[in-house]
């Protein structure tokens, strides 16, 4: 197996796929995408474009479907939800496809939605995306980070490294037998220094202050944590993404 880090979706290679893509949008929309799943959502389906949701989500009735948008980290006006994962509970979500569109993280979905095995990935769930990679060990896997609006960014970055830690435990190989590319090399070194404080270097990534001026404390904490939820969101159809 050789991990491909990927900061952002446009620094993904154009001419190839991999065995395995793994979005990673911390803040928050695969954060959001583990937590409807775990909390008993139907699926998840993601859209770069507000439009095309509105128009596919019609096609469900109304009572089995929600509508998750967001713009600059702000909920989009007439959506029933943002991209706060918090406001997933299974009273809400229970039952219902969740119909989501956001800044970075839907976009990057898209960017790999053609790989053979496309899954999503955030801190909350890292340790079954570990579990999916020891246990399938595919060939090629890109990790692709979101970034913000096509930058780099702390939290994704993070997250990358963390999954990536995690097998260099579990195989017992160096970082450089996993090492696609020095990026993975990078993000391991960032996750070793920051993994007991991975709230606190939220505070520092400049998405993490942009959720604060939005009043989004609670979110960095939620997303923050790791390995609480045993769900493996997973592509079944182009854009649709289903527990495991």
């Known amino acids: 197996m050789k991990l491909f880090i990927y900061h952002t979706?446009?620094?993904t290679p154009t001419d190839k796929t991999p065995d395995c893509a793994i979005v990673v949008d911390v803040l928050r929309a695969t954060s959001?995408?583990?937590?409807?799943?775990?909390?008993?959502?139907e699926a998840v389906q993601a859209f770069s474009d507000l439009d095309q949701l509105i128009a596919v989500s019609e096609k469900w009735p109304s009572e089995k479907?929600?509508?998750?948008?967001?713009?600059?980290?702000?909920?989009?006006?007439?959506?029933?939800?943002?991209?706060s994962p918090l406001d997933c509970t299974p009273e809400v979500v229970q039952g219902r496809r969740l119909f989501i569109s956001t800044t970075n993280g839907t976009r990057a979905?898209?960017?790999?939605?053609?790989?053979?095995?496309?899954?999503a990935a955030a801190l909350i769930n890292r340790a079954a995306v570990v579990h999916y990679l020891w246990?399938?060990?595919?060939?090629?896997?890109?990790?692709?980070?979101?970034?913000?609006?096509?930058?780099?960014?702390?939290?994704?970055?993070?997250?990358?490294?963390?999954?990536?830690y995690?097998?260099?435990?579990?195989?017992?190989?160096?970082?450089?037998?996993l090492a696609g590319n020095d990026e993975l090399i990078s993000a391991i070194a960032l996750y070793s220094q920051w993994q007991n404080d991975l709230l606190g270097l939220f505070h520092q990534a400049s998405h993490g202050k942009r959720l604060l001026r939005l009043e989004g404390h609670e979110d960095l904490k939620y997303c923050a944590q790791i390995d609480i939820l045993d769900v493996l969101p997973i592509q079944q159809e182009t854009g649709v993404l289903k527990s495991q």
């Open 9 to 11: 979706p446009e620094l």
């Open 32 to 41: 959001t995408i583990a937590t409807v799943l775990a909390s008993g959502g």
């Open 65 to 83: 479907r929600l509508r998750a948008g967001e713009r600059g980290g702000a909920k989009v006006t007439g959506f029933e939800l943002g991209n």
């Open 109 to 119: 979905l898209q960017r790999i939605q053609h790989s053979p095995t496309v899954i």
């Open 135 to 164: 246990e399938k060990q595919p060939e090629i896997v890109w990790i692709v980070g979101s970034g913000w609006e096509g930058s780099f960014s702390l939290e994704d970055t993070v997250c990358a490294g963390a999954i990536a």
């Open 166 to 177: 995690s097998l260099v435990e579990k195989s017992q190989l160096s970082p450089d037998d």
